[in-house]
Structure formats: C-alpha cells, structure tokens
C-alpha cells in the first residue's frame, strides 16, 4: 500500500503590500516576485510621462541624477572612456547630450551646457536614445537589444564598447530584473 502525499503548504514571499509595515524589508526579501513587477510597472508608468515637456525635463533630471548611482564599478575595471548620451526630445527639438566620463572605477556625468573643467577626450561611442525607454530599460520592463532592433536605442562608435556601455549600468538584456534593484544596499 502506498501513503499518499498531502500537498505542504509554504509561506508566501513577502509581498510589497506588505511594505508600509516592514519597509525596505519587504522589497529586499520579495526582490524576484512582487518588487520587480512594481518596478517594472512603475517604469511603464514613468516613461508615459515623457509625453509632457515638464515631465521630460524631469525625467532627464532622473536619468542624469541615478546613471552615477546604477554604475557597476567592477564591470569597468581597467576602462577609461567617454561616452557620449543623446536623450531624445519627444517633441521632435533637439536632442538634450550630455558626456558620460568613466575613469579609474568613477562614473560622472558632464551636461554638453556645462563649461568643462579640463580637456575632455572625444567620445569613442555615441549612445541615443528616448528618455521614455531608457526609463523603461532600467526599470526591467524591456531589454537594451530590443531597443536597438527596433531603432529605438542606438549604439554609434567603437562595437564592442558601445555593447559594453548598458552592462556599466546594470540594464537587463530583456524584460526581467530591474537595474533599480541595484541601488539596494544589500543587493551590491
């Protein structure tokens, strides 16, 4: 005679509702299931901003703001280059650029307004893209290569740097983990 097998039961993973009770927690704890969806959600949400011209300065200041903190140090060991970035006007003006300087394990940011300090060297990759997907990217809701196949995201300049430049920042090749994810303390 065989005994069956009642199915256990686990515990569910913390979930973000329950978030108001043990904070950081609880995202910390549910990081692959619920926070991942609420970011990826989150960004979707976000990048529909980029509709509106005092958004988009917004979201700009966003980007400018985080790209120093989403910075990988250990996957730029040994690099020193300068990147350029063209964040798109969604009402067709001018593109806002800005040069991206990795050195010596750093990452910063030097808007083209800016006066520059020293002697920038010429950027050896040209990075363009909407502020709404690079929003969307670093939120987890879509992945680099398909920005790029779909002409949304293009890479100019030396190949392989320009395919190393979104894994400086952590972004996922595709939908899935957000690069957000990598400014939690304890996922560093």
Do not use: K
């Not at 966003?62 to 140090?73: E, G, K």
């Not at 970035?85 to 083209?112: E, F, K, M, Q, W």
């Not at 398909?146 to 300049?157: D, F, K, T, Y």
């Amino acid at each position: 005679m065989s005994a069956t097998m009642l199915p256990t039961r686990t515990a569910p993973p913390p979930s973000i509702r329950r978030a108001g009770r043990i904070g950081g927690q609880a995202v910390t704890q549910a990081g692959s299931t619920a926070a991942q969806r609420v970011l990826r959600r989150g960004g979707a949400l976000a990048a529909r901003l980029d509709r509106f011209p005092r958004a988009h300065d917004a979201l700009l200041l966003s980007i400018y703001v985080l790209i120093p903190f989403l910075f990988d140090p250990s996957r730029a060991e040994g690099l020193d280059a300068s990147f350029e970035l063209r964040i798109r006007d969604p009402a067709g003006g001018d593109p806002d650029v800005s040069s991206v300087i990795v050195s010596g394990g750093t990452c910063r940011i030097v808007p083209r307004r800016a006066r520059p300090t020293q002697r920038q060297s010429p950027p050896r990759v040209i990075v363009t893209a909407g502020a709404d997907d690079l929003v969307r990217m670093a939120s987890g809701d879509i992945g680099w290569p398909q920005l790029v196949s779909a002409g949304r995201m293009e890479l100019w300049g030396d190949p392989y740097l320009a395919l190393r430049f979104p894994l400086l920042f952590g972004m996922p090749a595709g939908p899935g983990r957000p690069a957000f994810l990598n400014l939690l303390p304890s996922r560093r």
